[in-house]
């Protein structure tokens, strides 16, 4: 709950910023009455009154349940929920972004390879052959799905200049 | 007679036949995945459909919803998993006759009570989309306002439990809708100099995030040390019901078709609600209720034809006014979106060779889902039995490789990225999925209208309430939100008065 309420804040200070950069939106005659920065300013107060009714509703949540069981040591230590999964779905997004930097520079294939065999391995398997045969040939696999057979573009990285 | 012309071309179009039954398959084999919804299935196939002329994508998409409605209920006979939410109440006595020994019995009459349902949906479809067309004469700049605005109104009714978490979702949609270019003067709003993000940020991607890497980040939030969910010697033989039975297993056929075709278009209900419903329903009616919970047939019927009766109805909301009413939904407005494809009113009037092309591709994909509902059987077995971190590393490649091929810009992955973020942390703090894709979704329609009728009256609000059809469709929204506020703050009463 506790981190409910940390949110419904960080969701009013976004309100604060979604305002200021709808402040510098530039205005223009052709845009009407309203302009282009009515919306996303009606959008940002809409944002910020939830968000404070929000902070408000769980204040008083927790407020109750502190007064319901006073003496709840277990509950509390409960949120926020289980950092250390929360770390290791963080880990994914990592893998993710590893990809995308790589990508242009080792290819398509290879870096499909490095892509399924890592977030196999991720994903709680043990290194072993058959993730190894695995990753490449899914690598192959989804290089000639996605670039021979549907022909999209995807980057080759440096192997054409190995040609 | 030019609809049934427009339906036969569908039919006969070898593109048109491939993409019903390619989207039925992956619809089956994605829905026999436990934790890979209709939703997920149909956002991961979306980025492909980009090549596509719109009917085969649309057909493809609705194809894969109407497999993966089936392909749940295959992990839910078998393994007591539902591959679907709506596949849960087939569990209770698809698992039962498994046991029994009668797997195979259990698998076809879902797949013939499925296919029955998912026909009787579509003829409703079919009759009641001209009628809802009708009112399109009526539809003027403030009526779509309104219409956008009652569309964002059902956020009340899919807040699973919080008004304002649902809301402060689609305000948070809405505010996504902004970035890009303004659609009256031009400006550019909240784009930071990027100019990858001048044209807006594509539906596909925050769904892809939200919806897929969600998920994957979800899965490998616990490790599974690769053994999977197997279940061995289950390979079992689909028996198909013959006339006779079906008909000793009409009332229950009836009542999960009627209760399905009800509950499809009503926002937040969807197929899960439509099964349980229909199981209790058939349960009651039953000449044989003692035999629910021990192996009834009734009690697969019932659900199966309530959860595949939903597909085909669902989609009268969504392509007579827009309004999508379940996440399925919304990713099918979304693929209509970027095909440049505006449902609403006008639709039928514009472009009837989509909606009676797409009513014959629908009437093909029920038809290849009881031919490959039976061939698929054994891959899909065999698919369900693989280790989870295969599975996962798959589905994620799939996810990277849909997003390059749709603009061909590494930038986009990034915003995938961030989706996945967002959608892990709405879903650890039980914010809902569904109000953040209708805003952004609406989020153009609503703008853009609203300042076009204030244009023609030069900023009089009165507009809204001067057209009937706006005023109506106002109404109706306040309804609803009405209705969500005062059933949340009973719900919020209701402890403290336990308490007292």
């Known amino acids: 709950m506790r981190a409910t309420f940390i949110v419904s804040c960080l969701l009013f200070l976004l309100a604060v910023a979604y305002w200021l950069g709808a402040d510098q939106i530039s205005v223009s005659r052709l845009a009407g009455g309203v302009g282009a920065d009515g919306m996303?300013?009606?959008?940002?107060?809409?944002?910020?009154?939830?968000?404070?009714?929000?902070?408000?509703?769980?204040?008083?949540?927790m407020r109750a349940k502190k007064l319901a069981a006073p003496a709840d040591p277990v509950k509390e230590s409960d949120e926020p929920a289980n950092w250390h999964q929360h770390a290791r779905a963080m880990g994914l997004i990592v893998l993710g972004g590893f990809y995308i930097l790589l990508l242009p520079h080792?290819?398509?294939?290879?870096?499909?390879?490095?892509?399924?065999?890592?977030?196999?391995?991720?994903?709680?398997?043990?290194?072993?052959?058959?993730?190894?045969?695995?990753?490449?040939?899914?690598?192959?696999?989804?290089?000639?799905?996605?670039?021979?057979?549907?022909?999209?573009?995807?980057p080759s990285g440096f192997w054409p200049r190995l040609f | 007679m030019d609809g049934l012309s427009y339906a036969l071309t569908a039919l006969t179009t070898p593109t048109i036949v491939l993409s019903a039954a390619g989207g039925v398959l992956w619809g089956i084999l994605g829905g026999a995945l436990p934790g890979l919804s209709p939703s997920i299935a149909m956002a991961l196939v979306l980025p492909f459909t980009f090549d596509m002329s719109p009917l085969a994508a649309i057909i493809m998409l609705t194809s894969v919803y109407i497999g993966a409605e089936y392909g749940g209920s295959i992990p839910a006979i078998l393994i007591r998993t539902p591959g679907t939410n709506a596949a849960a109440a087939t569990v209770i006595d698809g698992y039962t006759l498994h046991q029994q020994g009668r797997g195979g019995e259990a698998l076809g009459l879902s797949l013939v009570a499925g296919t029955i349902a998912g026909l009787v949906g579509l003829i409703c479809l079919v009759f009641l989309t001209k009628p809802l067309a009708m009112v399109a004469l009526y539809f003027t700049p403030p009526a779509y306002f309104a219409l956008a605005f009652l569309g964002l109104s059902i956020i009340a009714a899919l807040s699973e439990g919080s008004l304002i978490k649902g809301l402060i979702m689609g305000v948070i949609g809405l505010m996504l809708a902004m970035v890009g270019t303004d659609p009256l003067s031009g400006a550019p709003r909240f784009t930071f100099g990027e100019p990858d993000l001048l044209g807006g940020i594509d539906y596909i991607f925050v769904m892809l995030g939200v919806f897929a890497v969600a998920e994957l980040m979800n899965k490998v939030s616990t490790p599974d040390d690769g053994e999977g969910s197997v279940i061995k010697n289950t390979i079992t033989r689909m028996r198909l019901p013959g006339l006779?039975?079906?008909?000793?297993?009409?009332?229950?056929?009836?009542?999960?078709?009627?209760?399905?075709?009800?509950?499809?278009?009503?926002?937040?209900?969807?197929?899960?609600?439509?099964?349980?419903?229909?199981?209790?329903?058939?349960?009651?009616?039953?000449?044989?209720?003692?035999?629910?919970?021990?192996?009834?047939?009734?009690?697969?019927?019932?659900?199966?034809?309530?959860?595949?009766?939903?597909?085909?109805?669902?989609?009268?909301p969504t392509l007579s006014f827009g309004i999508p009413g379940s996440n399925s939904m919304a990713i099918l407005l979304g693929g209509l979106l970027i095909h440049g494809i505006q449902p609403g009113p006008m639709l039928l009037s514009n472009r009837p060779d989509l909606v009676y092309g797409l009513f014959g591709g629908l009437f093909m994909a029920n038809i290849f889902m009881l031919i490959l509902g039976m061939l698929v059987l054994t891959p899909c077995i065999w698919l369900v039995n693989r280790p989870k971190p295969y599975l996962t590393a798959c589905i994620m490649m799939v996810v990277l490789s849909g997003i390059y091929s749709i603009n061909q810009s590494l930038f986009d992955f990034w915003i995938v990225l961030a989706a996945g973020v967002v959608g892990y942390v709405m879903r650890r703090l039980e914010f809902p999925v569904l109000p953040l894709i209708l805003g952004i979704v609406l989020g153009y329609m609503i703008e853009s209208s609203y300042r076009r009728s204030l244009l023609l009256t030069n900023g009089d609000h009165i507009v809204f309430l001067q057209n009937p059809l706006s005023l109506g469709l106002l109404c109706c929204a306040a309804l609803i939100i009405g209705l969500a506020a005062y059933a949340e703050i009973r719900r919020a009463r209701k402890p403290q008065d336990m308490h007292g």
Not at chain 1, 40 to 61: H, I, N, R
Not at chain 1, 138 to 151: A, E, K, N
Not at chain 2, 258 to 278: D, M, N, Q
Not at chain 2, 284 to 312: C, I, L, M, Q, Y
Request: charged share 15%.
């Open chain 1, 40 to 61: 996303p300013k009606l959008l940002a107060v809409a944002l910020g009154v939830l968000s404070l009714a929000f902070a408000t509703q769980t204040f008083f949540q």
């Open chain 1, 106 to 154: 080792l290819g398509y294939m290879l870096s499909s390879m490095l892509m399924l065999g890592g977030v196999s391995f991720y994903a709680g398997l043990k290194p072993s052959l058959r993730m190894l045969a695995f990753a490449v040939i899914g690598g192959v696999v989804y290089y000639l799905i996605f670039t021979r057979i549907l022909g999209i573009p995807l």
């Open chain 2, 244 to 316: 006779r039975k079906m008909w000793e297993l009409r009332r229950a056929q009836t009542i999960g078709t009627g209760l399905g075709i009800i509950e499809g278009p009503i926002p937040g209900a969807g197929g899960t609600v439509a099964a349980f419903l229909s199981y209790n329903e058939a349960k009651r009616w039953s000449k044989t209720p003692e035999k629910f919970g021990h192996g009834s047939e009734e009690g697969v019927v019932a659900p199966e034809a309530a959860n595949n009766a939903v597909t085909s109805s669902a989609l009268i």
